[in-house]
């Protein structure tokens, strides 16, 4: 069985080795250069690979993948709360006076805007946020705490991206932080529900997506749609969290 200990010791070592990479390295700060790509993967997928490397060495590794991959046992409302953040969006949308601009959006822009964000984001990760670290910690302290513990540390995890120049950098970082918190219990409580990861994987790439949509659709900079969307998400993460009682 795996511990928690080494699974968070691993991931910040793996992603801090690599955070070092792209502060040092000349040409490795944009994950869009041959020579920052490899770094940045290495960075993003820290938890992930971390969660494998564990797996593996306690004979876990084949359940892992197999969660990664099961599809036909989620019951339907997970497969809705994975999709909330486009309810963000359209409210985001709202407030700003209308819907993202379609003709600056071109299919060949959204395909890589989706494969970019799978690749660096939610791929790397949820394996080991919602694959190992939830799961391990909501049987020791329930579900909820687990979600806040890993969000607390999802968001630390996150901070070297303020040294560098990075979506995130353009964040005031408080914000940032209740952004990740409440995605943390969304994504806690659709962990507890379900026994797949890749819902966890839809939602946190539909979150991406859907910030890369506004941005590139009109709707503001990245500051003024992440206040836009911070109630929004707090409310999908209180009716997460009702959804989940209800049903224990």
């Known amino acids: 069985m795996m511990v928690l200990a080494p699974f968070i010791l691993l991931t ?47 004979g876990e590794l084949a359940g892992l993948l197999q ?3 099961m599809l036909r046992d989620v019951p339907l409302p997970v497969w809705i709360m994975s999709l909330t953040p ?22 060949a822009m959204a395909t890589k805007l989706v494969l970019f964000n799978l690749i660096l984001g939610p791929l790397g990760e949820e394996l080991g946020w919602r694959g190992v670290m939830q799961p391990m910690l909501a049987g020791q ?6 979600s806040l513990v890993v969000g607390a540390v999802w968001f630390m ?33 659709m962990t507890h529900l379900s026994p797949s990861i890749a819902p966890a994987i839809l939602f946190h790439l539909a979150v991406n997506v859907m910030a890369g949509v506004a941005l590139i659709g009109g709707l503001g900079d990245s500051v003024s ?6 109630l929004p998400y ?3 993460a209180i009716a997460v969290s009702a959804w989940v009682t209800i049903r224990a």
């Open 86 to 107: 486009i309810m963000a969006l359209l409210i985001a949308a709202y407030r700003h006076g209308g819907l993202p601009d379609a003709h600056l959006l071109t299919i």
């Open 225 to 230: 749609y992440f206040r836009a969307t911070l």
């Open 141 to 146: 302290i329930g579900w909820f705490a687990a």
């Open 67 to 69: 969660r990664t991959v």
């Open 157 to 189: 995890w996150h901070l070297p991206l303020w040294l560098v120049e990075s979506p995130q950098s353009e964040l005031p970082i408080p914000l940032f932080a209740a952004h990740v918190m409440a995605y943390a219990v969304i994504l806690g409580g």
């Open 12 to 58: 910040f070592l793996i992603s801090l080795v690599a955070f070092a990479g792209i502060y040092w390295v000349p040409g490795a700060q944009s994950p869009e250069s041959a020579r920052g790509l490899p770094v940045w993967l290495l960075a993003v997928w820290g938890p992930s690979l971390a969660a494998i490397i564990l797996a593996a060495r306690s």
């Open 234 to 236: 707090w409310g999908i």
